[in-house]
């Protein structure tokens, strides 16, 4: 039992970096947005349209909040687009 259970800890704690260093883009990205997008409004207006448009609805929003004043970085516009789509209603840290 104690084998199985070292094997399982190790196991588990693999998993945790191997998903902390596939994520790393993403969670940046989610800081990022959340950094970004609560300077003139709370994200709750971003967490309401989680699951309800598509990557090029979200890229035109991005950028009509450049235009609107806000600071995002051009380059990262379709990264943050495809990491919105992949959100689900309700996910942090913009929902939080
Ligand atoms: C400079 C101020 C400012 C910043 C920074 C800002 N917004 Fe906005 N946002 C607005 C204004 C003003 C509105 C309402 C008018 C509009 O929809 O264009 C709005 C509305 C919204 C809406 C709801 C309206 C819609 O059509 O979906 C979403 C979603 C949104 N913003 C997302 C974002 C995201 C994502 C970011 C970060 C990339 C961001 N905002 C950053 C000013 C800003």
């Not at 260093?21 to 207006?45: F, I």
């Not at 990264?79 to 939080?96: E, F, M, N, R």
Request: charged share 20%; hydrophobic share 45%.
């Amino acid at each position: 039992m104690k084998v199985m259970k070292a094997i399982v800890t190790a196991a588990m704690g693999a998993g945790v970096i191997l998903l902390a260093m596939g994520m790393g883009t993403a969670s940046d990205l989610g800081q990022e947005l959340d950094e970004n997008c609560s300077a003139c409004h709370l994200t709750k207006y971003i967490c309401q349209k989680l699951d309800k448009q598509d990557e090029a609805a979200w890229v035109s929003t991005i950028k009509r909040m450049n235009s609107n004043g806000a600071d995002f970085p051009v380059d990262k516009i379709d990264a943050a687009a495809a990491y919105l789509v992949g959100l689900k209603a309700g996910d942090g840290p913009l929902c939080d």
